[in-house]
């Protein structure tokens, strides 16, 4: 009964406080640090013995503690506090952390003050998450995340928690190693070798850009890119969605309408509120300007979204932040002879890419503007050795201290937590990681597109 998980929680809360809070000995696998001022001091969690081993090597013992932690953690989102409480995980970084947890200084039911967190009694000035650059790496992390949002309120307030973040890649070239953070730098060394000794002809005037053009050019390419897929995770298509593009103002569309009818999906686009407007009262069923009603879409084969054996239809109103930018990248390309009518693949070559000179000189018909960014980030990775950082245990000891725990090198996010954000963050929580399934389905289905580095 609720009573018994009640009382069973408070006497596991009473012993890991007397037996460890009180100095009843710190967990077995905590690597712990000299320094006892906290706020000199970080504790990291660690995914992994072998990752933990390599961090308790590389560390700098004066001030950084580690804490391997085994295995998936429960969820402590659906669990009852009992039955957590008595995670030996758990249990370990309670410990470690030294401040209890659950509300500071809670009653219990009989009026009396019961030791629960206690941010005075915290042990280090810093708690880090270091995971896997993988998908079971994301899923302990958030696993992690949602303890500390549930029991350790208000240590996320404080803002004692940080994410730390490990290069996704390792690149070699020549005698040359470096460590990457993520694709956007990657992106930005590899467009740098690949324009080294390229020329690009625009065929429809036979002429050659100089390298300070081909440079703006790649600029404005990789930006374009970039803003394309955030079209694209809104669901539309960034060819059709240019398409629309107004030939006369050159503005493009500000608003996207997905429309979800059983297992189909249509997309329109509108320039303006107008024709938005003028769109829903020809489509009242779909709700387009409730804001209540119009910002979640049925999920797909859901049969339950059916009326008289018919499906029934709804809709999402997406604003497109981004068109004004794309509207300036399109301007500027087209000043340096880059026709956005371009960017869609054509039957001809438009554009040549020379790479070398004189007699072993290599030309690349390039049939749409996309590829030329493609093609010099082919001709970048010739020679690269890149590889790609799964998990932390792929690191040695070294390699591991300079690239992630370093403090002069290191990047950490901090995990911030205020009035603006709490509620948002709670009702996350509660969907992700909460019992109700249908909310956790519709968020994935709406949100499929946005996956930028999916692990398989």
């Given amino acids: 009964?609720?009573?018994?998980?009640?009382?069973?929680?408070?006497?596991?809360?009473?012993?890991?406080?007397?037996?460890?809070?009180?100095g009843g000995g710190l967990p077995g696998k905590l690597a712990d640090c000299s320094e006892r001022d906290p706020e000199l001091t970080e504790l990291y969690i660690v995914e992994g013995d072998s990752a933990g081993g390599s961090a308790k090597q590389g560390r700098d013992r004066r001030y950084q503690a580690i804490l391997p932690i085994r295995g998936k953690l429960i969820n402590v989102e659906k669990a009852r506090e009992d039955q957590f409480l008595k995670n030996n995980e758990i249990q370990a970084m309670i410990t470690a952390i030294g401040a209890g947890i659950g509300k500071p200084k809670e009653e219990d039911g009989?009026?009396?003050e019961e030791g629960r967190f206690d941010i005075m009694k915290l042990r280090y000035g810093r708690?880090?998450?270091?995971t896997d650059a993988d998908v079971d790496g994301s899923h302990i992390r958030t696993l992690l995340l949602t303890f500390f949002f549930r029991q350790m309120t208000d240590l996320v307030r404080a803002g004692k928690i940080y994410i730390a973040q490990p290069p996704l890649y390792q690149i070699k070239r020549k005698k040359r190693e470096e460590y990457v953070d993520d694709d956007v730098q990657l992106n930005k060394i590899l467009i740098s070798?690949?324009?080294?000794?390229?020329?690009?002809?625009?065929?429809?005037?036979?002429?050659?850009?100089?390298a300070a053009q081909l440079k703006d050019i790649l600029e404005s390419l990789e930006k374009l890119a970039k803003l394309s897929e955030s079209v694209r995770r809104h669901g539309g298509d960034?060819?059709?969605?240019?398409?629309?593009?107004?030939?006369?103002s050159g503005k493009l569309p500000n608003y996207l309408v997905k429309v979800r009818a059983g297992n189909e999906e249509t997309i329109h686009y509108f320039h303006d509120e107008k024709a938005l407007r003028e769109f829903h009262e020809k489509n009242p069923d779909?709700?387009?300007?409730?804001?209540?009603?119009?910002?979640?879409l049925l999920p797909l084969g859901d049969s339950a979204a059916k009326t008289n054996g018919t499906s029934r239809r709804r809709g999402k109103k997406v604003e497109l932040h981004e068109s004004a930018a794309i509207q300036k990248l399109i301007a500027e390309l087209a000043r340096k002879g880059?026709?956005?009518?371009?960017?869609?693949a054509s039957d001809r070559p438009i554009f040549e890419l020379i790479e070398g000179e004189g007699d072993k000189a290599?030309?690349?018909?390039?049939?749409?503007?996309?590829?030329?960014?493609?093609k010099i980030l082919e001709i970048g990775r010739r020679g690269v050795q890149i590889k790609r950082f799964k998990g932390l245990g792929e690191m040695n000891a070294k390699e591991l201290f300079e690239t992630t725990m370093n403090p002069e090198k290191r990047k950490l996010l901090k995990v911030d937590l205020n009035d603006d954000n709490t509620v948002e963050a709670d009702q996350m929580f509660t969907r992700l990681m909460g019992d109700a399934v249908e909310p956790r389905r519709q968020y994935i289905e709406d949100n499929a597109l946005n996956v930028r580095n999916l692990d398989v």
């Fill in 193 to 210: 070798l690949g324009a080294e000794d390229v020329r690009l002809k625009n065929l429809a005037d036979d002429k050659e850009v100089t």
């Fill in 362 to 374: 290599v030309s690349h018909p390039l049939f749409s503007i996309p590829e030329i960014l493609h």
């Fill in 286 to 296: 779909l709700n387009l300007l409730d804001a209540e009603l119009g910002q979640e």
């Fill in 110 to 112: 009989n009026g009396k």
């Fill in 1 to 22: 009964t609720a009573a018994r998980a009640r009382e069973a929680a408070r006497r596991a809360r009473e012993t890991i406080r007397k037996g460890a809070l009180t």
């Fill in 238 to 248: 960034f060819e059709a969605f240019l398409a629309k593009r107004n030939s006369r």
């Fill in 338 to 344: 880059l026709k956005v009518d371009h960017y869609a």
């Fill in 127 to 130: 708690i880090i998450i270091m």
